[in-house]
């Protein structure tokens, strides 16, 4: 089943305690992106890939980072997590069509991360 | 700086009622338009995209370039309807996909 995958689901972590939300999608898409939910914000964009080794910022990049050496896995890590990065993170796939990422968005369950 | 908008946080229909859930953005250039929807306990999904000019699940979206909207409208709502929409623009390079704050559709019997 196509599908992109997030772990762990939830997870309740102290403040400065290094970690790290994984994603992978088995679609072989080249963009991979993430995102925070928060209550009347929507979702934010931290940082996206347009394919491997390609990574750029999104809205809101501070206290995050990102890798990509596969095509298939796209990790979120938090280095240093703080209290306001609480949120709901979604991870999302996207094929690309002659460079262009005006296709489809397929996203994973989330992940419910709460910083104390 | 980009920025789409969703007026309304919650709106409340009842069954068979007419439904328009506003989008208005602020995008440079002519972005791609896309709504999609979350149902509880789900994944958030496309439901429809501008390019297609599609109608999904009796939903229609209408681009006005003028007043820089992309409305989600359906003459006749459904309790299976109840989700939360996001209208997403994404830019001309489609490497930002920016979504509004979202609307929680509520359809009563």
């Known amino acids: 089943e196509a599908q992109v995958t997030q772990n762990p689901r939830y997870l309740i972590t102290v403040t400065g305690k290094k970690l790290t939300v994984t994603c992978s999608q088995n679609?072989?898409?080249?963009?991979m992106s993430w995102y925070r939910q928060d209550p009347g914000l929507g979702l934010r964009q931290i940082y996206y890939?347009?394919?491997?080794?390609?990574?750029d910022k999104g809205d809101v990049p501070e206290g995050y980072k990102v890798s990509r050496k596969e095509k298939r896995n796209f990790p979120l890590i938090l280095e240093s997590p703080s209290p306001n990065q609480t949120s709901l993170y979604f991870c999302?796939?996207?094929?690309?069509?002659?460079?262009?990422?005006?296709?489809?968005?397929?996203f994973g369950q989330g992940t419910r991360l709460t910083v104390v | 700086a980009q920025r789409v908008t969703q007026p309304e946080k919650l709106l409340s229909v009842f069954k068979g009622a007419p439904v328009e859930l506003k989008c208005n953005y602020s995008?440079?250039?002519?972005?791609?338009l896309f709504w999609y929807v979350q149902y509880s306990r789900q994944r958030l999904q496309l439901l429809l995209r501008?390019?297609s000019r599609e109608s999904i699940k009796g939903f229609t979206a209408d681009l006005n370039k003028g007043e820089t909207s992309f409305h989600l409208k359906k003459p006749f709502a459904q309790e299976e309807d109840s989700a939360m929409y996001y209208c997403?623009?994404?830019?001309?390079?489609?490497?930002?996909?920016?979504f509004g704050g979202g609307t929680r559709l509520m359809v009563k019997p």
């Open positions: 995008y440079s250039g002519s972005p791609e």
């Open positions: 679609m072989n898409h080249e963009y």
């Open positions: 997403a623009p994404a830019n001309n390079a489609g490497n930002m996909l920016t």
């Open positions: 999302a796939s996207r094929r690309t069509q002659g460079g262009l990422v005006n296709t489809e968005a397929f």
């Open positions: 890939s347009m394919n491997v080794e390609v990574t």
């Open positions: 501008h390019i």
